[in-house]
């Protein structure tokens, strides 16, 4: 077990290198001068003294590859750089942004685990039954929604018209935004909001964001489940005497999760670091927003520095999931001759 951890530690790093690498040297490919850019814009012309110091001083007019090193040497030493727009630098950015963001995708994914699965089991077991062909109709169109399409809808419902017809103020929840004075005195054990407004920004952005996921789960785990109860094991212990509560929870769920759980575990780390609609939809000050904005800005210490620290998460997820495999299933052996 120790083994393969490490071969998959060690995997992760040439896999960041990569895509690190590939945003690098793709920001200089696009059109444009980054110095004028950051000026302001060749339609504002700039000042041509204000760019030459904006390239002086972000190395901008160093060999392609002497500013590749240079940004690995200062990452390599805990700095992601400044921000080309705000003047900031790119950790404190991150240390801002990334807490909301994994609030935010922690319960999406608590949204996705609960009813995805939970859905999904019951529409396996009452296979053909009302509840399934429900079950199964609402996935598919949950699926199909575009999330800024449903994102705008829940806003709508849920808060833009309780508002307008003076619903009681429990029910009127937030379309945008999130406070940020006493962040840290308005959220217990970091992810559970108890300030007096922080669950009303919470719950549409965290509904939104989890949808598409929650069906597709949902859709896998009844056909996984399916695929298990035709399995012999589970006839042997329905032979043996067992009911069908007994039966599904001691011998079909565990097996049934294997595919599930790639899936759990790839859209935790999307959730966390690519939730690009769903932030923007709702100004949710997040990672993926602050990520959008710097792509359209140039700001390329901010898109790399905040899609650095996304992959090391979404990789370290990935290994988790794999480890997790060997608890669910005991014929999957982690041992020296796994891979």
Known sequence: ??????????IIIPTVFVAISFLFFLFYAL????????????????????????????GLDDPILVQFFNYWKDVLSGDLGESFQRGQSVNDILK??????????IWAFI??????????????????????????IGT???????????????????????????????????TSGISAPRTEEEWFLFFIPVGP???????????????????????????????????????????????????????????????????????????????VLTETVFSWPGLGSTIADAVTARDLPVVLGLTLAVVVVFSFINLLVDISYAWFDPRVRLGEGSD
């Open 140 to 174: 598919a169109a949950l699926s199909a929604i575009p999330v800024f399409v449903l994102g705008f809808i829940l806003q709508y419902v849920f808060a833009v018209l309780p508002n307008k017809r003076g619903w009681p103020e429990w029910m009127q929840l937030r």
């Open 197 to 275: 407004d922080q669950w009303r920004y919470l719950v549409l952005p965290a509904i939104t964001l989890a949808s598409v996921s929650t069906a597709l789960a949902a859709r896998m785990m009844r056909g996984s489940m399916l695929e298990v109860q035709g399995a012999d094991y589970m006839r042997t212990a329905k032979a043996k005497g067992l009911n069908e509560r007994q039966v599904v929870a001691r011998h079909g769920l565990r097996n049934a999760m294997l595919p599930v759980i790639t899936l759990l575990g790839i859209d935790l780390g999307v959730t966390i670091g690519s939730a």
């Open 111 to 136: 949204i996705e685990v609960i009813v995805g699965i939970s859905v999904g089991l019951y529409s396996a077991i009452r296979r053909y039954s009302i509840a399934d062909k429900i079950t199964t």
């Open 96 to 105: 801002d942004k990334a807490p909301n963001s994994i609030r935010l995708g």
């Open 31 to 58: 059109p444009g001068d980054p110095a004028t850019l950051i000026a302001g814009g060749a339609e504002r012309n700039p000042n041509p003294i204000q760019i030459q110091q904006i390239t002086e001083r972000y």
């Open 1 to 10: 077990m120790t083994s393969y951890i490490i071969r998959r530690i060690l």
